[in-house]
């Protein structure tokens, strides 16, 4: 069965360093997003990315986060410069969107610890 | 056991019993509406959805019902089963993004053998 696959599934990283979050989504699919979940807490949406251009992003996405989408399979999220505060299980999604629905296809996750 | 009504954090029943998870949305805009179960350490996993015309939809031992009435959403599990033991969401999504979905509060459910 298809999967979106992340890596690292866990990094570790000094406060103000840059990471980047690779995530391969299904390959049919069209609609690519990040979500993040602080430790015990709900889901929450950071971006949603398609036809090579950011549609939508939260109040969290702001100027030290980027997505890209470097060839046609991974699909990257970049924090600039780590805060503490970024320290949170990052998901990413992707659906395939003929019939427009909601479902979105998660990945395992990456666990990012700021230190 | 069942819970009705109220969302909880937590909910423990025993195998075999059903199960009711509640949930509250706040956007009456919303268009579409999914259940995902979420195990240690994995990614949410779709469960069931169902669309804001309708109020009710079965899947296998599954289902979903909606009130847009009061903005309540439950999953109804039927003789439930040890590997149902999850954290269960409620998500909504407007029809302007099809793919953003606001996640509720999550309820912890305990399948005792």
């Known amino acids: 069965e298809p999967e979106v696959t992340q890596t690292p599934s866990h990094q570790v990283t000094q406060m103000g360093q840059e990471v980047i979050l690779r995530c391969v989504p299904i390959?049919?699919?069209?609609?690519f997003y990040w979500y993040r979940q602080i430790l015990g807490q709900k889901v929450e949406f950071l971006v949603s990315?398609?036809?090579?251009?950011?549609?939508?992003k939260s109040e969290i996405f702001d100027d030290q986060f980027s997505v890209e989408r470097p060839d046609g399979s991974n699909f990257t999220l970049k924090i600039r410069s780590t805060k503490l505060e970024d320290s949170a299980m990052y998901f990413c999604a992707s659906r395939f969107d003929r019939m427009n629905t909601g479902e979105l296809f998660f990945g395992e996750g990456s666990r990012l610890t700021v230190l | 056991g069942e819970s009705v009504g109220l969302h909880l954090p937590t909910l423990s029943v025993q195998e075999g019993d059903n199960s009711i998870i509640n949930c509250a949305y706040s956007n009456s805009a919303s268009d579409y509406f999914i259940w995902y179960k979420q195990e240690s350490g994995k990614g949410p996993q779709f469960i069931i959805d169902?669309?804001?015309?309708?109020d009710k939809r079965q899947g296998q031992r599954v289902t979903v019902l909606l009130n847009k009435t009061v903005k309540h959403l439950s999953l109804q599990i039927a003789a439930t089963q040890p590997g149902d033991s999850a954290v269960y969401f409620c998500?909504?999504?407007?029809?302007?993004?099809?793919?953003?979905?606001?996640f509720g509060d999550g309820t912890t459910l305990t399948v005792k053998p």
């Open positions: 390959s049919n699919h069209l609609y």
């Open positions: 998500a909504e999504t407007p029809n302007t993004n099809a793919g953003k979905s606001t």
């Open positions: 990315f398609y036809n090579n251009e950011i549609s939508e």
């Open positions: 169902i669309r804001s015309n309708m």
